[in-house]
């Protein structure tokens, strides 16, 4: 993979139209990977005729206005090397093989022919961000079949060169031949030799079959593999500039507080600090970090606080408090008579379900490095949004958004927590008035304090059985949670779905802080209280779940993770509870549906081991098997933080959560035996990898407990504490 991540400062002196002049001969097709303008081809079963994705679509994020018509480019140089241009950004998700392999597929050459240059607002078109479980969904598609127009192209241009009918050509490894005779050859690279063909995307050219794949299904070597085993990958503070300052922000000490004054006489005495008042900022920096640390602690500051009351055990009722009075009903998710439902039912569940605020408690801190160029501004950033953050810094800074160039090294985890942030802007002022390159990395505690939180939310469910066991009522109150993964794909004869709240806030709202995008934002919750209150009512008619779930739907990729997760499993169907500690659920997101089985024991503090989880996922075409089983693995790590431990400590605006030691992200030494893998579904264009094996986590593990000890926890996490009071 070429990399666009300069040693030292580079020139921001390139505009679009310059970057596309500098590209030389070749053939350029352009084309757009709008999420919003371009669906997926395949529609998943289930999707509602003009209603958003299942599975979450991710709605706007305010962030600079919907695309252009053209935000991607494909490029074919003289030398018959290929280049994607993307604004998309590599996270650790694999997404740059992938994507490299797919244009690969459908041009006919080398996955090592292709580059791809991602995340660089000087080299590559707008893009909202990555987040989503969008990259391979939305953008695969769309750079497929340009990839495939361009071949198109070079095909009419060797029929000419070749005097060979198209329909008597192949192509294979970046050449065009005659079918009946090899030696009649022409290379890419000889065909656009003194070439110049600048195209949009028509989208006439047909992609692959899944049966003619020979790179797409394979799981080649991640171009970023070796660079971050040996540790030659660089993130955005691994960079050092000649004369670069490492800068230390005064912060508040609770959300809300204002400042009343500051006296920096202390900090300035010290040799080489160079302290900066700008507006409500004041920073202090070194050239040295741990002397520019040692200046902010002499910082005198005087904060006015509002003390608030509310923390993370009585934020529940705080939030049912402040809630809309009027519900969002997704037309999709209400149908049949709820009062009929009731009546029709033999037995009637009624239950809420709680979870609190969730960090993103990334290992790389949100980062920033800026350094200024005449009169433009060159930021490396932490981001997953490259292009919205080039408009924040020109809008902080009061310069066009040509004048600021943002470059995107790889990220050390996101998860929707680097979707925004304000370290970019800092740097860049910072730069802009010390004329120095300017690094902000935030501290752990910075990290706690100004993350936009997973939202505490509740979940107030009432469902119904009839007498044969079959659904006859769900009705869903979410309140702060959305409806990302809230699907009925159960066939209840009555639903109804009533949201108070999404899972966003970066305005005023109901939270003493910003909530925000986290890893399939809200889904946890959502499948946790669906998947738990499906358990109850199995119980409680003495059903084995499994059994209940297959009964009570008709979906046919519901169906097919569940049986095949239960293959792999070697499943015993048993009421529960039976005693054994195993548990299911089975969750949509990103249009990709999983099924996951956990086999949990409780240790001698009461606390829970989980020793297995067997998950099963329905993505459609895989494009990296490796790469896909990766991200399954990585879901369900991060699931057991959120499900057994991680909750964010808060008294009104004072957040207290402020490093590992009180706030336990999964170790290595809880990690259970895991068995994911994907379900063949070659008829379906691929679709999310990144989120959809994170949202049953928490319902088959809280399953699992209901099955060991016949006891329910309606709150996550599921600590000890509450394990013993469940089993009073």
């Known amino acids: 993979m070429k990399n666009n991540i300069p040693e030292t400062p580079v020139s921001s002196d390139l505009s679009r139209r310059g970057f596309l002049q500098s590209l030389g001969g070749g053939v350029t097709i352009m084309f757009s990977a709008n999420a919003f303008a371009q669906q997926p081809k395949g529609k998943p079963e289930g999707k509602p005729a003009g209603g958003p994705p299942p599975g979450g ?10 695309p252009p018509d053209v935000n991607s480019y494909l490029h074919i140089g003289e030398d018959g090397k290929i280049t994607v241009f993307s604004g998309k950004v590599e996270l650790g998700q694999g997404n740059t093989t992938a994507l490299a392999q797919m244009a690969a597929e459908e041009l006919g050459v080398n996955l090592e022919s292709i580059s791809v240059i991602m995340g660089d607002t000087a080299l590559c078109p707008w893009d909202m961000g990555t987040f989503g479980s969008m990259s391979i969904r939305v953008f695969g598609p769309q750079l497929r079949n340009a990839a495939a127009e361009a071949r198109m192209i070079l095909l009419e241009m060797a029929v000419e060169k070749l005097g060979v009918p198209q329909n008597q050509l192949s192509v294979e490894n970046g050449a065009i031949f005659a079918s009946s005779d090899k030696n009649k050859r022409i290379t890419f690279a000889q065909l656009t030799t003194g070439q110049k063909i600048t195209r949009k995307l028509e989208g006439k050219a047909v992609t692959r079959r899944v049966s003619e794949f020979t790179t797409m299904g394979k799981s080649p070597e991640r171009f970023d593999l070796r660079a971050k085993v040996t540790g030659a990958a660089k993130f955005t503070a691994d960079y050092r500039f000649p004369d670069m300052l490492y800068a230390k922000m005064l912060r508040p000490p609770a959300h809300g507080a204002k400042l009343k004054s500051a006296d920096t006489s202390e900090a300035e005495k010290m040799a080489g600090v160079v302290v900066v008042k700008e507006a409500d900022m004041i920073a202090v920096l070194h050239k040295d970090v741990e002397t520019a ?15 608030g009351t509310v923390d993370e055990n009585t934020i529940f009722e ?3 408090e402040r809630a809309a009075s009027t519900p969002q009903r997704p037309p999709q998710e209400n149908a049949g008579d709820e009062a009929a439902g009731e009546k029709a039912s033999a037995e009637i569940f009624e239950h809420t379900w709680l979870n609190g605020y969730g960090a993103h408690a990334p290992i790389e801190t949100h980062t920033a490095l800026a350094w200024q160029e005449g009169e433009k501004i060159n930021v490396h950033v932490s981001t997953q949004t490259p292009f919205p953050v080039q408009t924040q810094v020109a809008g902080a800074l009061k310069m066009p958004p040509e004048n600021v160039r943002v470059i995107t ?9 680097k979707s925004g942030g304000n370290e970019a802007s800092e740097a860049a002022l910072l730069a802009k008035t010390t004329g120095k390159p300017v690094l902000v990395a935030y501290t752990r505690e910075e990290e706690f304090f100004y993350d936009a939180f997973r939202p505490a939310a509740v979940v107030k469910i009432k469902s119904g059985v009839d007498a044969d066991g079959k659904f006859s009522l769900w009705a869903a109150d979410i309140y702060y949670a959305g409806d990302r993964s809230a699907e009925m794909f159960y066939d209840p004869s009555a639903r109804a779905q009533r949201i108070y709240g999404s899972w966003m806030s970066f305005g005023p709202s109901a939270h003493p802080f910003a909530t925000g995008a986290w890893r399939a934002p809200g889904a946890n919750i959502n499948v946790f209280a669906r998947e738990s209150q499906i358990d109850i009512m199995a119980a409680k008619i003495k059903m084995d779940p499994l059994e209940f779930r297959l009964k009570n739907t008709s979906n046919k990729r519901v169906r097919s993770v569940l049986e095949a997760a239960a293959e792999r499993f070697g499943y015993k169907p048993a009421p529960g509870p039976s005693g054994r500690g195993i548990g299911m659920a089975v969750a949509l997101d990103a249009e990709s549906y999983v099924a996951e089985i956990a086999e949990i024991e409780l240790n001698a503090q009461g606390g829970i081991v989980v020793k297995r989880v067997v998950a099963a996922q329905d993505m459609g075409i895989v494009v990296h098997p490796n790469g896909a089983i990766t991200q399954m693995e990585g879901c369900i790590m991060m699931g057991l933080g959120y499900t057994l431990t991680e909750d964010v400590q808060f008294r009104g605006g004072r957040v207290l959560t402020t490093n590992f030691h009180n706030y336990r992200i999964p170790r290595f030494s809880w990690l259970p035996k895991i068995e994911a893998f994907t379900v063949k579904n070659d008829e379906l264009e691929p679709q999310g990898g990144g989120e959809p094996a994170i949202c049953p986590v928490g319902g088959a593990v809280a399953n699992a407990l209901f099955d060991l000890i016949g006891a329910r926890v309606f709150q996550m996490p599921l600590t000890p504490e509450r394990i013993k009071a469940a089993m009073k």
């Open 409 to 417: 090294p790889y990220v050390g985890g996101g998860f929707g927590g």
């Open 293 to 307: 640390e040692a200046a902010r602690a002499r910082i005198k500051a005087e904060f006015d606080v509002t003390e």
């Open 318 to 320: 705080y939030l049912l």
């Open 57 to 66: 679509g991710f709605g706007g994020f305010g962030m600079g206005g919907p």
